[in-house]
């Protein structure tokens, strides 16, 4: 069997990552990496750290508008398909790239599995909520994290192909914690003792593309009372500097980090307040309370089981949520035992 991964951004190369593992030697498979995260630390880094083979092209597409990225990567993909001709396109997740990748695999009528499938915030202002929705109606494989992402593709009438394979980010979790603990230094190098701070991370572009929801984040954030790490997206970054908002002082910056120090940091947090998706998902794994800056999520399964609460961008209820949340009680395994990436494979292989 020929595969083509595509990939692009940051949590897909650590979902590709498990994927691949489980692959192994059972067929060729190549990696396209449409280039719309270039930095060292969104990219190349996490190929190193999770031992993602090189990608075999990388089509360099970078930022830009919606339109800019989603139709550059279209015309790339499309020659690569023509040229190695696979017989599956693996996309994952929900970004322009994992859209390029379904397109251009349909028009081509080349089958597509789509791995973190399912999945809906049902709000069509969000770009990710298209790129799913999209994606996963383009799908032959539809693999769900989770049964209420099976549930969701029914209430559309997309039932055939999908299966229910738990979360490869799990998985990825599950591996890599061990090795994390045993090679990130990063809280002695940030001099962090364990539940003596909490972690922040905002890029979603319905909070920091909007001058008045971040400015309540960050005056959320300002009223916490203990030090904050925010490992800050390059997009906000540009937003905060565009936008001339000051950054609080119990707020300490860096750069974006690897996986492996991300899972340091993030198992040792007294809280984690994000709007990422797989950092919710991750917070719940290690039994670290979530605070999540949007008034949805996806992940409903984190907010049902008690360990994830919405604020949206408000500053006053991250405030009050950060200091009455504090969930003591069972957290069922709701995204796997850890061999998501196997399953998916053997479905993948029957096919
Ligand atoms: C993208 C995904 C989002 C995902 C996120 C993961 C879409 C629509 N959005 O958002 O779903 O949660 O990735 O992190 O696909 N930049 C750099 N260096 C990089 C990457 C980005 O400087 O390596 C800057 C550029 O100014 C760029 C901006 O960040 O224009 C935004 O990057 P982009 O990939 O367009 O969107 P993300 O916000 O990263
Ligand atoms: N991540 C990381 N370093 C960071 C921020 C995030 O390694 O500085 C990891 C995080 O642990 C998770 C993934 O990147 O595995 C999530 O990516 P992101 O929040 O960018 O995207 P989303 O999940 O919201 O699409």
């Given at each position: 069997?020929?595969?083509?991964?595509?990939?692009?951004?940051?949590?897909?190369?650590?979902?590709?990552?498990?994927?691949?593992?489980?692959?192994?030697?059972?067929?060729?498979?190549?990696?396209?990496?449409?280039?719309?995260?270039?930095?060292?630390?969104?990219?190349?880094?996490f190929f190193v750290e999770l031992n993602l083979p090189k990608p075999d092209i990388n089509l360099?597409?970078?930022?830009?508008?919606?339109?800019?990225?989603?139709?550059?990567?279209?015309?790339?993909?499309?020659?690569?398909?023509?040229?190695?001709?696979?017989?599956?396109?693996?996309?994952?997740?929900?970004?322009?790239?994992?859209?390029?990748?379904?397109?251009?695999?349909a028009k081509r009528e080349i089958p597509i599995a789509h791995v973190e499938a399912g999945l809906?915030?049902?709000?069509?202002?969000?770009?990710?909520?298209?790129?799913?929705?999209?994606?996963?109606?383009?799908?032959?494989?539809?693999?769900?994290?989770?049964?209420?992402?099976?549930?969701?593709?029914?209430?559309?009438?997309?039932?055939?192909?999908?299966?229910?394979a738990g979360d490869v980010m799990a998985d990825a979790l599950f591996m890599f914690t061990e090795?994390?603990?045993?090679?990130?230094?990063?809280?002695?190098?940030?001099?962090?003792?364990?539940?003596?701070?909490?972690?922040?991370?905002?890029?979603?572009?319905?909070?920091?593309?909007?001058?008045?929801?971040?400015?309540?984040?960050?005056?959320?954030?300002?009223?916490?009372?203990?030090?904050?790490?925010?490992?800050?997206?390059?997009?906000?970054?540009?937003?905060?500097?565009?936008?001339?908002?000051?950054?609080?002082?119990?707020?300490?910056?860096?750069?974006?980090?690897?996986?492996?120090?991300?899972?340091?940091?993030?198992?040792?947090?007294?809280?984690?307040?994000?709007?990422?998706?797989?950092?919710?998902?991750?917070?719940?794994?290690?039994?670290?309370?979530?605070?999540?800056?949007?008034?949805?999520?996806?992940?409903?399964?984190?907010?049902?089981?008690?360990?994830?609460?919405?604020?949206?961008?408000?500053?006053?209820?991250?405030?009050?949520?950060?200091?009455?949340?504090?969930?003591?009680?069972?957290?069922?395994?709701?995204?796997?035992?850890?061999?998501?990436?196997?399953?998916?494979?053997?479905?993948?292989?029957?096919?």
């Amino acid at each position: 069997m020929k595969t083509i991964h595509v990939v692009g951004a940051r949590p897909q190369f650590v979902k590709a990552a498990m994927v691949s593992r489980a692959f192994g030697d059972q067929g060729e498979e190549y990696f396209l990496h449409t280039g719309q995260h270039y930095s060292e630390n969104m990219s190349q880094l996490f190929f190193v750290e999770l031992n993602l083979p090189k990608p075999d092209i990388n089509l360099g597409i970078g930022g830009g508008s919606h339109a800019e990225q989603t139709s550059g990567m279209l015309l790339g993909i499309d020659r690569y398909l023509e040229q190695v001709q696979p017989d599956w396109v693996i996309v994952y997740g929900d970004t322009n790239s994992t859209l390029a990748g379904a397109l251009a695999a349909a028009k081509r009528e080349i089958p597509i599995a789509h791995v973190e499938a399912g999945l809906r915030s049902y709000n069509r202002s969000m770009p990710e909520e298209i790129n799913r929705v999209i994606s996963d109606h383009l799908s032959a494989l539809l693999f769900c994290p989770t049964d209420q992402a099976v549930g969701n593709l029914k209430k559309e009438g997309v039932v055939e192909g999908v299966h229910q394979a738990g979360d490869v980010m799990a998985d990825a979790l599950f591996m890599f914690t061990e090795i994390a603990k045993q090679k990130s230094s990063i809280l002695s190098t940030l001099d962090l003792k364990t539940g003596g701070y909490a972690l922040v991370t905002v890029h979603r572009s319905g909070n920091v593309d909007d001058r008045e929801k971040l400015g309540q984040i960050l005056s959320g954030l300002a009223q916490i009372d203990m030090p904050l790490i925010f490992p800050m997206h390059p997009r906000t970054q540009k937003m905060i500097a565009e936008f001339g908002l000051d950054v609080p002082a119990n707020l300490r910056v860096i750069e974006p980090v690897g996986y492996l120090d991300m899972l340091m940091l993030e198992a040792n947090a007294d809280c984690i307040l994000t709007d990422s998706g797989g950092i919710q998902k991750e917070a719940y794994l290690l039994g670290v309370r979530c605070i999540t800056l949007r008034e949805e999520t996806e992940w409903v399964e984190t907010v049902t089981a008690g360990w994830n609460c919405l604020t949206g961008a408000n500053s006053s209820a991250i405030k009050a949520r950060f200091d009455d949340f504090h969930p003591n009680i069972e957290r069922p395994q709701i995204y796997g035992d850890g061999h998501a990436a196997d399953k998916i494979i053997n479905i993948l292989l029957q096919n």
